[in-house]
Nanobody
Framework: QVQLVESGGGLVQAGGSLRLSCTVS????????MGWFRQAPGKEREFVAN????????YYIDAVKGRFTISRDNAKNTMYLQMNSLKPEDTAVYYC?????????????????WGQGTQVTVSS
């Protein structure tokens, strides 16, 4: 069974930083493409960033480009999302997702495995 566990969420003031982690168990982490999604209250789930299996390719939505950095450590079976210069509009539950397909994807329906989510709240 593949399990994804997020951690690192919390309450932070605008302009602050948080680092989310997603630890994967069950199979070889390096065989998964990975992504971060978020869902704000009353809104649909939104793609945030993805990273290729080896970590050499990343992609971000414009709203977080230059502020967020996605990375992975395949030796530790862990993916990260470093979030800097946080804004109140970044407030959401953040989910990590994994899939064994080769090409990275921005579509939630193309990911097979999901974590339980971690709350990020940015106060103004």
């Amino acid at each position: 069974q593949v399990q994804l566990v997020e951690s690192g969420g919390g309450l932070v003031q605008a302009g602050g930083s948080l680092r989310l982690s997603c630890t994967v168990s069950g199979r070889a982490f390096s065989s998964y493409r990975m992504g971060w999604f978020r869902q704000a209250p009353g809104k649909e789930r939104e793609f945030v960033a993805n990273i290729s299996r080896g970590g050499g390719s990343t992609y971000y939505i414009d709203a977080v480009k230059g502020r967020f950095t996605i990375s992975r450590d395949n030796a530790k079976n862990t993916m990260y999302l470093q979030m800097n210069s946080l804004k109140p509009e970044d407030t959401a539950v953040y989910y990590c997702a994994a899939d064994e397909s080769f090409l990275p994807s921005t579509l939630g329906r193309e990911y097979d495995y999901w974590g339980q989510g971690t709350q990020v709240t940015v106060s103004s």
